[in-house]
């Protein structure tokens, strides 16, 4: 844990007792702090009453007494609309701020010089963030994972200057930290998502950008208009940046070619690492992870040699391209934290003969923009509330089995890819959904996909299964 202790003796009200919304309330008791919380489901409440955190019905409190009211990143700050208690506490004139800001202002307080990674984008910022946390624990260092990819930043060990922290941030958890300044702040790239929760794509942007404005040094992804205008202003207020690119040459930073991985400065440029036959990064997608972990890695003075060390042995993360079987010459992978269409590109770029899983809750726009993709996909398996709107699509483009079930999917696609006469066939899950309709969290939905496939009669693991 990490004690609060720049707000001792202080009154902070905290709303949003999950997770990492408990762990706050914590860590604000244990540094001191007059903390009085709540949550809208009486059974979060009961929870932190029998974890000794003190809770009220903020409806009931005088925030003219607080100094701050903490919210979780899940609540709404602005849309579709503000939550109640964000109203009670603007009323009042008091900030509102998440545990990710709590974190800052903490390690500015005991340990400014503490390293602090911070990882964000729309796509791929978990692979890249427990990638760079593979580097420097492979390497030996003391290192503090967490944030959006799981675990609460303030269930961590406090900030140390021999201990490293590598934090992935949503844009609701950036949203939250005004103050946030990492060491080095990563920004992947940034596509249409959330938009219920920031309105417009411009707002996102602009809240995203806060992270690597506000860092020492920043690694950026210049491969969509959005970033690349970032890193532009970035330039201009004089901020070192490292660009990042998997589509073309730049003239200082990192970009990747055909799997090889080149650092250029200036007129110069030398290939640093070979990413292929590592099937934890297979794809541009993961070309553009392991440059910005690679950048990140060495301003932070982790050695080139520890770094490619590193790259080799990294295992992957579950739900993200994870290879789960091989049955035969099939192959089975588990993309479920594919979430969108934007992050479904990514698996479907990376395989050519594919029997294709896919469906659920639909995000805007369904899979239209997968259109040139589709003659990689031998055939279609539509599960969940999308089936319908997804073999339209399809229609005419994609032999369509409609599976309504993960179960019927896996089934029907394992026999007709074992049948299939190329060289690799892939069985992929790769939604290009939400999973709400049918699964309470993508994670589960990966794990009722890996559990059949393991299930199957023959079939060896290529990887752990998790």
């Not at 604000?28 to 809208?40: E, F, I, Q, S, T």
């Not at 903020?58 to 700050?77: I, T």
């Amino acid at each position: 844990m990490t004690p609060i202790t720049s707000f001792a003796g202080m009154s902070v009200a905290v709303f949003g007792l999950g997770g990492s919304g408990l762990a706050t309330a914590q860590a604000l008791v244990a540094g001191g702090a007059k903390v009085l919380a709540w949550d809208d489901n009486p059974d979060s409440v009961a929870k932190a009453v029998a974890a000794g955190i003190p809770t009220q019905d903020l409806r009931n409190l005088d925030f003219s007494g607080v100094v701050a009211l903490v919210l979780s990143p899940g609540v709404p700050l602005t849309h579709p609309e503000p939550h109640w208690t964000v109203g009670l506490a603007k009323a009042a004139d008091v900030e509102i701020i998440g545990d990710i800001e709590l974190f800052c202002r903490e390690r500015r307080a005991i340990a400014p010089n503490a390293p602090f990674i911070a990882i964000t984008g729309t796509n791929g910022k978990s692979t890249t963030t427990a990638l760079i946390a593979h580097l420097f624990r492979a390497a030996g260092w003391d290192v503090q994972l967490g944030g959006n990819i799981g675990t609460a930043i303030l269930s961590l060990d406090p900030p140390a200057d021999d201990r490293i922290h590598i934090v992935e941030c949503s844009s609701f958890q950036i949203d939250l930290a005004p103050t946030i300044d990492p060491s080095v702040g990563v920004l992947l790239n940034l596509t249409e998502d959330h938009l219920d929760r920031h309105d417009t794509m411009e707002r996102y942007a602009a809240i995203k950008a806060r992270l690597v404005t506000g860092a020492a040094s920043a690694v950026i992804g210049i491969d969509d208009d959005w970033c690349a205008a970032i890193a532009s202003d970035l330039d201009k207020l004089g901020k070192p940046v490292e660009r990042i690119s998997v589509r073309r040459p730049v003239a200082n930073g990192f970009y990747a070619d055909r799997g090889h991985i080149f650092e250029a400065e200036g007129a110069f440029a030398r290939e640093m690492a070979d990413l292929n036959g590592i099937g934890s990064l297979r794809g541009d997608h993961n070309a553009q992870n392991a440059a910005a972990a690679i950048a990140a890695a060495l301003t932070i003075g982790l050695p080139e040699q520890a770094v490619l060390e590193g790259l080799k042995s990294f295992p992957g993360l579950a739900h993200r391209m994870e290879e789960v079987a091989r049955i035969g010459k099939v192959l089975f992978v588990n993309d479920s934290k594919a979430t969108n269409a934007d992050a479904a590109e990514k698996a479907l770029a990376s395989f050519d003969r594919i029997y294709w899983i896919a469906g659920g809750k639909a995000k805007t726009g369904g899979v239209t923009s997968l259109v040139s993709y589709f003659p990689k996909i031998a055939k279609a398996y539509l599960i969940g509330a999308a089936a319908d709107e997804f073999a339209v699509t399809l229609a005419g483009r994609v032999e369509t089995v409609m599976a309504g079930t993960m179960d019927a999917a896996v089934a029907a696609a394992a026999r007709d890819a074992a049948a299939d006469g190329a060289r690799e066939p892939v069985v992929l899950l790769s939604p290009a959904c939400a999973s709400y309709d049918q699964y309470r969290n993508f994670e589960i939905r990966g794990d009722h996909f890996r559990g059949l496939v393991q299930a199957l009669v023959g079939a060896e693991p290529v990887v752990e299964v998790k």
